[in-house]
């Protein structure tokens, strides 16, 4: 017997769902949405499109409940049905492409809390303009702290494959905010 307390919360809410109880594909929705969120929002940039793909993802989950093998966490195989519905998208749209951070000062100062704040806009720029492919690599594994196993189960990449992608995602982010701050150097 399987004893994760997740899987077994999630066998329980799975079961209800199947059942015919509307409120556990609720607490199902509650329990996933951030991280759908985030790979919908680092994926694809359209707010519209965005809105559209998290129906999507959850009227999918829904359909497909009953085929969930319980063999990873119930947010994986749900976050797995946001990446390809993502990435199907992106093709569709024909908008996909082939293919450490500074230490802050000490915490707690005004200066600290602006620095903070001004550095996570400069993050996000430098993140808007990734590939989808790399916006997702970074936001899975740095802002939901996945581990690269769970990514691949997500994405249906290898190990080896996530790895390469995510550091090739950084090196990309790197190129990006240096690319920025040189012109404007220059100027």
């Not at 809105?51 to 829904?62: C, F, G, P, V």
């Not at 230490?103 to 303009?129: C, H, N, V, Y």
Request: glycine share 6%; charged share 25%; proline share 3%.
């Amino acid at each position: 017997m399987n004893s994760d307390p997740d899987k077994l919360a999630d066998k329980q809410l799975v079961h209800r769902a199947l059942s015919g109880d509307a409120q556990a594909f609720g607490i199902i929705i509650s329990n996933t949405e951030k991280l759908v969120a985030q790979i919908v929002c680092r994926m694809v940039s359209n707010v519209e499109d965005r809105k559209d793909l998290a129906q999507e993802i959850y009227l999918k989950a829904y359909k497909n409940l009953r085929v969930f093998k319980h063999e990873s966490k119930l947010s994986t195989w749900i976050a797995q049905i946001g990446y390809n519905t993502c990435m199907d998208h992106l093709r569709k749209k024909k908008l996909l492409f082939p293919g450490e951070l500074m230490d802050s000062p000490g915490a707690g100062t005004a200066d600290a809390l602006l620095f903070r704040k001004e550095l996570a806009g400069i993050l996000q720029a430098g993140m808007e303009k990734l590939q989808p492919v790399y916006r997702t690599m970074i936001t899975l594994y740095h802002q939901e702290e996945l581990s690269y196993e769970e990514i691949g189960e997500i994405t249906g990449m290898p190990t080896g494959t996530v790895k390469s992608y995510l550091f090739r995602a950084r090196k990309a982010l790197k190129e990006q905010l240096t690319g920025y701050y040189g012109e404007k150097e220059a100027q």
